[in-house]
């Protein structure tokens, strides 16, 4: 059962939860931005948990569907309408045959999700859907949706399915300071740059993407200026370049980099990372590796118990 890409939006690609152990050969683990709104996109309308899904940056596509579908939206504040009228977000909704789901810009967040139960029908390569743009492969011919474009759909089980419970994700793009660790060369820097770092606001620059978000603010100086050889960079590592100017390296980052890392975000943090726009601001608060492992335990936990009793029924906006 097709869909028909009307509009592809700013940037719409197909992403899951990404192609890990392939740092070595130079190809980033990718996946989604906020893999937290993709994971429960997925399963409000009974998919497992990586099944491919459309991300949408900032402005949203418009889609039409072949067949009467099952779909969820999540991740940052969009209106959305199927056939002209609202379609609300975080929870599963039926768009009809012949039906058009037109996805505006978002008001909040970067990034929106539409996963389609049963999940999008994308060969896997490497063992991920993902869309690798700067490689050319994965997804769609491993590019972003353009007008035209024939989305297969797998089919997907019968089963009744989750809600969320009153309130669940209020409050879950917060903006309160994204929490980092110290970074590898973070000795580089001193106590007065680390606390610059920590202490000062800093903010998104339009020229950030998926493999790295540029920040603009109080330049941090090393104390050390040595030449640092090459070395395997992790995901949300907080490197500082020559023009002493921040960048949070992301999901479709490089593996490696010669830049020293003063930090590195928390991974229970970077979906948060996910849905920062161009222009807004961000600060940085610092917890040890230990709090930083107990904090993802708690998210996944969190996870886990949100969706309350499950039903038949779903959201009908026909």
């Known amino acids: 059962m097709p869909i028909r890409v009307q509009n592809p939006g700013l940037l719409t690609t197909i992403q899951d939860l990404g192609r890990s152990g392939y740092s070595h050969l130079g190809i980033s683990a990718g996946g989604a931005a906020d893999s937290l709104a993709m994971r429960i996109a997925n399963i409000l309308v009974g998919n497992a948990e990586n099944a491919a899904t459309l991300e949408m940056t900032l402005a949203g596509a418009t889609l039409e569907f072949d067949e009467e579908s099952i779909v969820a939206l999540t991740g940052g504040e969009c209106e959305c309408r199927i056939n002209g009228d609202t379609a609300p977000m975080w929870q599963a909704m039926r768009v009809p045959a012949r039906g058009i789901l037109a996805c505006g810009a978002t008001k909040t967040g970067a990034r929106l999700y539409l996963a389609i139960q049963g999940g999008l029908d994308v060969r896997p390569i490497m063992g991920s859907a993902s869309t690798n743009i700067a490689g050319h492969f994965g997804g769609f011919e491993g590019r972003g949706l353009r007008k035209g474009d024939l989305l297969g759909v797998r089919r ?97 980052q490089q593996t490696t980099g010669g830049y020293p890392k003063i930090a590195n975000v928390i991974a229970a943090d970077l979906y948060r990372v996910g849905q920062l726009r161009p222009r807004e601001q961000v600060r940085f608060i610092e917890v040890v590796i230990p709090r930083a492992i107990d904090l993802l335990r708690e998210q996944e936990e969190w996870l886990k118990q949100i969706f309350q009793s499950q039903r038949n029924r779903y959201t009908d906006r026909s």
């Not at 309160?176 to 610059?196: C, I």
């Open 156 to 252: 997907g089980p019968n089963s009744r399915l989750p809600t969320l419970k009153p309130g669940a994700v209020d409050g879950l793009y917060s903006r309160e300071p994204l929490r980092v660790t110290r970074g590898a060369q973070h000795h580089w820097f001193g106590l007065e740059a680390f606390g610059k770092l920590l202490s000062c606001p800093y903010t998104v620059s339009e020229q950030s993407n998926r493999s790295g978000l540029r920040l603009k603010g109080e330049p941090i100086s090393p104390r050390v200026r040595s030449q640092l050889l090459t070395e395997g960079v992790s995901l949300g590592a907080i490197q500082v370049p020559q023009d002493e100017q921040p960048i949070i390296l992301f999901v479709d």
